[in-house]
């Protein structure tokens, strides 16, 4: 199987496609992945803790968000940081529950990117 550019590899993330084959569903539910890929039957968890990855996207993106909201908000429109805490704080809750999803798609279309042994060969 060839391998395909970067660019279709994350439209299919963003889309919650399997990164080999673009068809088969990576979730059954929202929180809840397929063990393998419904198309081409690519084993989506390669070991234990394979996800644990997608965390460090998750949490930096929601980091870096928030740094760049509070610094924005704060310095440049003089929010007292009273009247900003409870909206950063809530977003610190609810972007990485609702980003999950895509957080473990990208991490799965990054490492079939740059690990091209195992998701490119025939046997999965
Ligand atoms: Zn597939």
């Known amino acids: 199987m060839q391998k395909p550019p970067l660019g279709t590899l994350l439209g299919r993330a963003f889309r919650l496609r399997c990164p080999r084959c673009g068809m088969g569903k990576l979730f059954r539910s929202f929180f809840r992945m397929h063990e393998r890929c419904e198309s081409c039957d690519l084993k989506y968890e390669r070991a234990p803790g394979y996800f644990l990855g997608s965390i460090y996207i998750n949490y930096g993106l929601t980091a870096m968000s928030t740094t760049i909201a509070y610094v924005m908000l704060h310095f440049g429109k003089n929010i007292p940081n009273k009247e900003l805490m409870p909206y950063l704080i809530g ?34």
Request: aromatic share 30%; net charge negative; proline share 3%.
């Open 91 to 124: 977003f610190c809750v609810i972007f990485p529950t609702l980003f999950y999803r895509y957080a473990r798609a990208l991490w799965i279309s990054l490492d079939s990117f740059f690990d091209t042994q195992e998701f490119w060969s025939d046997e999965s």
